[in-house]
């Protein structure tokens, strides 16, 4: 069998994975974030702050943050595939590089989160982290496969 035949069957067969991983994570953090935000109260009964409960928050909130990235990005690359990495217009972008943008911008926020939750976040900070997921994304696309 050919191998643009191989590639052409299999990348149907990626993107609908990728979309479906995707919706799952962002229905996931949905479903999360709403049962935390009705169920789970904020504040321990002894003035503490409950923990768990953040840190449930923090899950749906990445979760939700992966499945929406990775959506946008695969609808993103498929109208410029040079957001992922590919150098010939005629070929199609790999749908799990959606999945690692997806991934990439989840912890991102997650790191973002954390520095407010420390109260050490700064508008340095987050550009610092932004352009460091930039960075590390760019490393991705460029290096060159063994």
């Known amino acids: 069998m050919d191998d643009t035949l191989v590639f052409m069957m299999t990348q149907g067969q990626g993107r609908r994975q990728v979309m479906s991983l995707a919706t799952l994570a962002a229905g996931a953090g949905i479903l999360l974030l709403l049962y935390v935000l009705w169920t789970v109260p904020p504040w321990l ?3 503490q702050i409950n ?3 953040v840190i449930l928050v923090f899950l749906g909130l990445l ?13 993103l690359h498929r109208r410029w595939p040079a957001l992922a990495g590919v150098r010939d217009r005629r070929r199609r972008a790999d749908p799990w590089v959606a999945a690692r943008q997806g991934t ?8 973002m989160l954390l520095l407010t939750r ?5 508008i340095a900070f987050a ?3 932004l352009v460091l ?3 590390i994304e760019g490393f991705f696309q460029n ?4």
Request: aromatic letters at 2%; proline letters at 5%.
């Open 133 to 135: 997921a930039g960075l």
């Open 118 to 122: 420390l109260r050490m976040m700064d």
């Open 51 to 53: 923990n768990l409960a």
């Open 45 to 47: 009964p002894d003035g």
């Open 63 to 75: 979760s939700l943050v992966f499945g929406i990235g990775s959506l946008v990005a695969l609808a």
């Open 104 to 111: 990439l911008l989840a912890l991102a926020v997650g790191v």
């Open 127 to 129: 550009l610092v982290t």
């Open 143 to 146: 290096r060159r496969p063994r």
